[in-house]
């Protein structure tokens, strides 16, 4: 799905981003320029990453490695 039409960025693209730190509507537009020409797209991309944030905290949704280091893992 394309979030941003000025620049052609698609949802795909603000997870890689997000998922590499750019967790800020600043961040994306700094990482890939979605957002930063006619603002329409500024609340999907807000929402994108909501949905990544969501997700990163979903224990449920950890990746393997990330449980590997969990602390409360490792005690059980
Ligand atoms: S649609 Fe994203 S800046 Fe215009």
């Known amino acids: 799905m394309i979030v941003c039409q000025c620049l052609s960025t698609n949802e795909a693209?603000?997870?890689h981003f997000?998922?590499?730190g750019a967790d800020?509507?600043?961040?994306i537009g700094r990482a890939c320029g979605a957002g930063?020409?006619?603002?329409?797209c500024?609340?999907?991309?807000r929402a994108?990453?909501?949905?990544?944030?969501?997700?990163?905290?979903?224990?449920?949704?950890r990746?393997?490695?990330s449980?590997?280091?969990?602390?409360?893992?490792?005690?059980a």
Do not use: K, N, W, Y
């Open 13 to 15: 693209t603000i997870r």
């Open 36 to 40: 930063t020409d006619c603002g329409s």
């Open 42 to 45: 500024l609340m999907t991309i």
């Open 63 to 65: 990746s393997a490695r």
């Open 24 to 27: 800020t509507v600043g961040a």
């Open 67 to 75: 449980i590997a280091f969990d602390p409360v893992a490792v005690s």
């Open 18 to 20: 997000a998922a590499r």
């Open 48 to 61: 994108v990453l909501d949905q990544c944030r969501d997700i990163e905290l979903d224990p449920a949704h």
